[in-house]
């Protein structure tokens, strides 16, 4: 549980920063920004699988620079529920999903399933030999 509650504190993060960095997303608050990152996670969860069965054939080809545009369409549907959540544009939405995904990506990959903070300790014993 607190594994999920961080990780929605980072979406919210990176939604806030986002709207910081790009002049087309705008955030009325803090709980603008939770609400949206509740929303994006949920469309994530159910929607953004079926999204990516459904343009297999199209990422493939995009060798999965298509997965962005789907994190755009994303961005914006969810920006269509929450009032004090708004996304002007299609490349607003596109460049706004990027910095989204590469904020979350790096602060998710710091934290483990328990919302604890993994390190990888790693010894030398030789030659090319880590443990």
Do not use: C
């Not at 549980?1 to 955030?27: C, D, E, K, N």
């Not at 079926?50 to 995009?62: E, F």
């Amino acid at each position: 549980m607190p594994g999920l509650l961080f990780r929605w504190l980072t979406l919210t993060v990176a939604i806030i920063l986002s709207a910081y960095l790009l002049s087309g997303i705008h955030v009325s608050g803090f709980f603008s920004a939770l609400g949206a990152a509740a929303i994006l996670g949920i469309l994530n969860a159910f929607f953004r699988p079926i999204a990516l069965l459904i343009t297999l054939p199209i990422n493939v080809i995009t060798f999965g620079l298509f997965t962005f545009i789907i994190n755009a369409v994303m961005l914006k549907m969810a920006s269509g529920v929450i009032a004090g959540f708004q996304v002007q544009g299609f490349w607003t939405a596109v460049f706004g999903a990027l910095i989204i995904s590469l904020v979350s990506f790096a602060l998710n990959t710091l934290i483990s399933g328990t919302g604890k903070v993994d390190v990888i300790d790693l010894r030398h014993k030789g030659g090319n030999r880590w443990e």
